[in-house]
């Protein structure tokens, strides 16, 4: 079969698809990888050779120098890993006079480095974006209050007490990690802004890649394109696409957080339902969980005849909440490998104590 | 004439990989060099379906030096592939951030801005439509066409390295391709028409 050849180059070749290989197979990969080796084989050129043919006063010099040096280092980063837990961020000021702890940022003053502990705070004319290398950049907008809880190796977490976020993250998933007021954001690979009122209400819109969203147990996954909201006291509601229609939009909102008797919550449910469209499978998903025992089945129905389940994935399964089944639905959704959240969100499921 | 099957993955490979993603991890570089071996494509096309053409084997170097610096912090090894994908991706979102506007990121790139790495011949000029074609298709469907079609790769393969199901792999690749035949019809009668 034609398909066969677009899966795995077997069967009867398809002329139309022999030919877009030939055409873009000019892009393909071709470069030789780096010397990895030869790094390896550098390192070992400067290690100390025939040290034991050395006259055996030269022999005790050496390992007492060894010794005392060693003593010094271990010393000097103790002391340096007390008082300096990670790199700063660089503080750029883009409009007005944002103010970092007591130290306000002018037109002509250059840029600042936020500490941890210390806040970023934008009044309602000041911009300013914050950036570490190896991590990402935050652009912040006006009326925020942005603070670093931590930041050591691996583990960049910002509080976000109120006001709006642009975040672009290339560090590898996991590492960076945004508390608010109702819920932590765990970015898992992405472009995202975070937004958080007064009350600490909140908002998260993903423009690329993922994030995940959690508090007191309730997760939410936040794929490109998709947004959710969140409560203090709450947590995550359910996510959905712009794309919805407002009936469901307006439905999902009033049976996330708004209190309803049995019947009314009933009518909530019938119209996500019956509302969902293929895009929505992204939000039937989510309530799988958040649903009761007794609704679980017609969600479960809704969302099989909008996304098949994969192979392995059973009806029962899903209704007792089997966590590998779930899993695997997700994936095969095709937003974002569960894997990664499931292996990062441990180490930042609770708000850091620190954060307010 | 009929091809065999691309690359079909020997059972044994997944123990082999994690062995090597073991060793690598612990500083073994002719490993890793390995590993670049096997994921160079992948990380090539998956930076081809986002960023410009020129700037992609610079980016490749740029994700292998990221992934050696924090290879230590993937637990899992089974799960390398879909660890680079996500280093990788998020390396092309940083470019794409710092060269297009904010309201335009989440759209398409144009199929006239594609460009190639020569474009002195009509069967480059060609390929550089097809790909700027392949490039304006939504996110979930030119990744596994660049990896098809661009890098050679089995769906099999693809979805092995990426850590995706074989189920959304070979739906993507059948949905995208059939939008991409759609869309070169378009454009062939939209130069027919000019």
């Known amino acids: 079969m034609k398909d066969d050849y677009l899966w795995d180059g077997s069967g009867e070749p398809d002329p139309e698809v022999q030919k877009l290989e030939e055409a873009l197979g000019r892009y393909r990969q071709n470069q030789p990888a780096p010397k990895f080796d030869e790094i390896t084989q550098t390192h070992k050129a400067k290690r100390p050779r025939n040290f034991f043919n050395w006259r055996w006063e030269y022999q005790l010099s050496a390992v007492a120098a060894s010794l005392l040096l060693a003593v010094t280092v271990f010393l000097f980063m103790r002391q340096r890993s007390r008082g300096n837990p990670g790199p700063s961020w660089d503080v750029v000021r883009l409009e007005g006079a944002p103010r970092v702890g007591w130290h306000s940022l002018g037109e002509k003053s250059g840029p600042g480095k936020l500490g941890i502990g210390q806040t970023l705070v934008t009044d309602s004319t000041s911009r300013a974006s914050i950036t570490l290398d190896e991590t990402g950049r935050v652009e912040v907008d006006p009326g925020s209050r942005l603070r670093l809880v931590t930041n050591g190796p691996g583990r960049k977490r910002l509080s976000l007490e109120r006001g709006t976020i642009h975040a672009v993250i290339w560090a590898p998933p996991g590492q960076f990690v945004v508390d608010t007021p109702s819920a932590v954001a765990v970015d898992l690979g992405c472009i995202y802004t975070l937004h958080v009122d007064d009350s600490g209400t909140g908002l998260l819109r993903t423009t690329m890649g993922w994030v995940g969203f959690k508090l007191n147990g309730h997760e939410s996954f936040i794929p490109a394109g998709a947004i959710c909201q969140t409560r203090p006291r709450i947590g995550p509601g359910t996510p959905y696409f712009e794309s919805a229609s407002e009936s469901f939009r307006s439905a999902l909102s009033r049976f996330d957080f708004e209190s309803h008797t049995p019947a009314e919550r009933n009518a909530l449910l019938g119209i996500l339902l019956v509302d969902a469209r293929k895009d929505d499978a992204l939000t039937l998903w989510h309530l799988l969980s958040r649903v009761s025992d007794a609704d679980r089945p017609v969600v479960y129905d809704r969302l099989a005849s909008l996304a098949a389940p994969p192979a392995g994935v059973t009806r029962e399964g899903i209704l007792r909440l089997d966590r590998s089944m779930l899993d695997a639905w997700w994936n095969a959704l095709g937003f974002g490998d569960i894997y990664l959240w499931r292996t990062y969100e441990r180490d930042w499921s609770q708000p850091s104590r620190n954060a307010k | ?194």
Not at chain 2, 97 to 115: L, M
Request: aromatic residues 6%; neutral net charge; hydrophobic residues 40%.
């Open chain 2, 1 to 194: 004439m009929e091809r065999q099957a691309v690359i079909a993955l020997p059972a044994g490979e997944s123990r082999e990989e994690d062995s090597l993603v073991s060793a690598a991890r612990n500083g073994d570089r002719a490993a890793f060099g390995c590993l670049y071996d096997r994921y160079a494509r992948m990380v090539h096309g998956i930076l081809l379906a986002r960023v410009p053409p020129r700037e992609v084997d610079d980016l490749v170097q740029e994700v292998f030096l990221l992934a050696l610096r924090q290879l230590h912090g993937l637990r899992e090894v089974s799960r390398f592939g879909a660890w680079l994908g996500t280093i990788t991706r998020n390396r092309a979102n940083d470019y794409f951030r710092k060269t297009i506007p904010d309201e335009k990121v989440t759209e398409p790139v144009d199929e006239n801005h594609a460009e190639s790495r020569t474009t002195n011949s009509t069967a480059d000029q060609e390929a550089a439509m097809i790909l700027g074609v392949v490039r304006g298709l939504p996110e979930a469907y030119r990744e596994p066409l660049i990896l098809r079609l661009v890098e050679g790769m089995t769906g099999p393969e693809i979805a092995a390295r990426t850590g995706l199901t074989h189920g959304s792999v070979r739906v993507n690749l059948y949905r995208g391709m059939q939008m991409l035949r759609e869309k070169l019809a378009e454009s062939a009668k939209g130069a027919s028409l000019a």
